[in-house]
């Protein structure tokens, strides 16, 4: 960065935007001294790899000056929102335990969902804590009840029905009355009434055996042994005997990062946490930005109501005070709200532990591939693969990991539009064209492509990429004898504990994965298809 610039920064409060090259947001940050905060980034000597990875892509900045920190904080908060920068994007541990949810319309459907926004349209039961239950319990409404999980009624009977998982009610295979008794007993079983639904299908299943209808008795019969066995499966709640709502902060720190932990209490549920993992040097205020991300910047519905270790009441108060915020911030008074504060801080130092060792570990595969392959920095990896059904669907796949991690947004898949018949040299050589050619002038281009295959897929990707005039490091990584085949010939085998390898299968692994799951839901479209 130029250093007139870095002189001629204000020394005042403000939010600051960094561009790369191509002109994206890449991070956006805030702070009450705009000189000292924007030139520690090229001056400091002790940033995080993913820091340094930043910095390195950055080409211009943009300021804003406000006129204190509150309005530095909303603002940057407002244009994180808008710009989702992909720096932005922290050490975030979030989770919102799911719920099931039934429609109110007429023929109501089901599903699992972590999303829980009360309205006239849905009835919600839970939250679990146990994350596997409410699809399972989704499952067996499906198998016993045959609740329709289409979220709009289809003109024909789907797959569901031809395997007995669904009662169709949109080719009125099934009477209102009907399909409502069977609602009606799936709404028993969520709200843990199982016995009494037993008890009901027993009965029923006693009727039909004495009318010699034996095929809907032995139906009865499994869908009462379903039931056994999920009365078996129990709901934690976070703690009970109350209908509060609340929010539950506390922190623990260790080898220079900090870990903030929040549990969202709802109706006297553990209905979520979220935790955030800083750096503690790279952030001026780690407490601060740990609240903006949960009650500024997060789309969520936050509760109005926060119950914070005593050590930093003081801080907090502050801060909801700062930005206007109408929220109610307590120390703990009772031994219950002692007790989930323990918790909390339990949680946040096992986060913040394993954190530790997730930075450790990547950090190592990170460092040790660059030294294989002979590469300064490798913080983007962009993974390829093919996936075929038959001769009837050939679709490829590309996964985009930044450091060391999943990007999702980063994702592709390609229906192979140029290439007939099994050639997997040909659809190699088409997805990357097509990949790097939407993302040649106006995309965030990788520092290095992963391709799965041997030499003759590692040549498809090089002609596709000189196609383009782009030069990016490229290797291949074979299967067989998870051989990397690098562009010059030359073949390199790791020891099968290498932290590179591990970080390339990884990669690999994942293109694969994400290929066959496109390739599966066009199969089952297409089988769905031809029984109509």
């Known amino acids: 960065m130029d250093k007139k610039f870095l002189k001629a920064l204000p020394e005042l409060p403000g939010v600051y935007i960094m561009y790369s090259e191509n002109g994206e947001v890449i991070y956006i940050g805030k702070s009450i001294n705009l000189k000292n905060r924007v030139s520690s980034y090229f001056t400091s000597k002790n940033l995080s790899r993913r820091i340094l990875n930043m910095v390195s892509r950055v080409a211009k900045i943009e300021y804003i000056v406000v006129n204190n920190e509150a309005e530095a904080l909303i603002l940057e908060a ?48 839970g939250p679990f804590t146990d994350n596997r239950l409410p699809y399972m319990l989704v499952d067996v409404i499906q198998r016993v009840f045959r609740i329709r999980t289409c979220r709009v009624m289809p003109k ?3 797959l569901n029905y031809h ?18 008794k069977d609602v009606e007993n799936a709404k028993k079983v969520l ?30 019969r499994d869908s009462i042994n379903i039931l056994k066995e999920l009365k078996n499966q129990e709901q934690y709640v976070f703690y009970s005997g109350s209908n509060e709502s609340a929010d539950y902060i506390s922190f623990s720190e260790d080898g220079g990062f900090v870990n903030f932990y ?66 109610e911030v307590c120390e703990p008074s009772e031994e219950r709200e002692f007790k989930i504060l323990e918790l909390c801080k339990r949680n946040s130092e096992l986060v913040l532990s394993n954190h530790l060792a997730r930075i450790d570990m990547k950090d190592k595969e990170i460092e040790e591939l660059c030294k294989v392959l002979n590469l300064e920095n490798i913080s983007i990896i962009d993974g390829f693969d093919v996936a075929n059904y038959g001769e ?100 390199i085998v790791l020891p099968r504990n290498s932290y590179a390898l591990r970080l390339l299968q990884r990669v ?10 496109f390739v599966k839901k066009v199969k089952l479209k297409r089988m769905v298809n031809r029984k109509r």
């Not at 395997?163 to 209102?176: D, T, V, W």
């Open 163 to 180: 395997i007995g998982r669904c009662s169709a009610p949109c080719e009125s295979k099934i009477s209102y009355e009907e399909y409502s």
């Open 156 to 158: 024909k009977v789907c």
């Open 262 to 327: 929040v549990a969202h209490i709802l109706d006297g549920k553990f209905s979520g946490k979220e935790s955030i993992t800083f750096r503690i040097d790279e952030e001026e205020n780690p407490l601060e930005k740990f609240l903006s991300n949960i009650y500024l910047i997060s789309e969520e519905n936050r509760i109005m109501k926060v119950v914070v270790d005593t050590n930093i009441y003081n801080r907090v108060k502050e801060f909801f005070d700062k930005v206007s915020l109408n929220v």
């Open 392 to 491: 009837e669907v050939a679709v490829g796949a590309s996964v985009r990991f930044v450091d060391g991690e999943p990007f999702k947004k980063g994702y592709r898949v390609f229906n192979i539009k140029t290439v007939e018949g099994q050639n997997d040299f040909g659809m190699i050589n088409e997805i990357v064209f097509r990949r790097y050619k939407r993302e040649k002038d106006n995309g965030q281009l990788p520092d290095l492509i992963l391709i799965d295959g041997g030499r003759g897929q590692l040549n498809s990707a090089i002609d596709a990429l000189n196609a383009l005039g782009l030069k990016i490091p490229i290797v291949s990584l074979a299967k067989q004898e998870e051989k990397i085949v690098i562009p010059d010939g030359t073949e």
């Open 191 to 220: 709200r843990g009434d199982i016995d009494e639904v037993i008890e009901e299908l027993n009965k029923e299943m006693k009727k039909e055996a004495m009318n010699l209808n034996f095929e809907k008795a032995s139906f009865l």
């Open 78 to 125: 407002n244009l994180i929102k808008k710009h989702k920068p992909r720096y932005n994007v922290l050490m975030k541990d979030s989770k919102f335990y799911p719920f099931v949810r039934l429609s109110k319309d007429k023929f109501p459907y089901i599903n699992a969902t972590r999303k829980y926004e009360p309205s006239e349209e849905f009835e919600y039961f």
């Open 508 to 517: 690999r692994d994942e293109a694969h994965r994400f290929g066959n799951t």
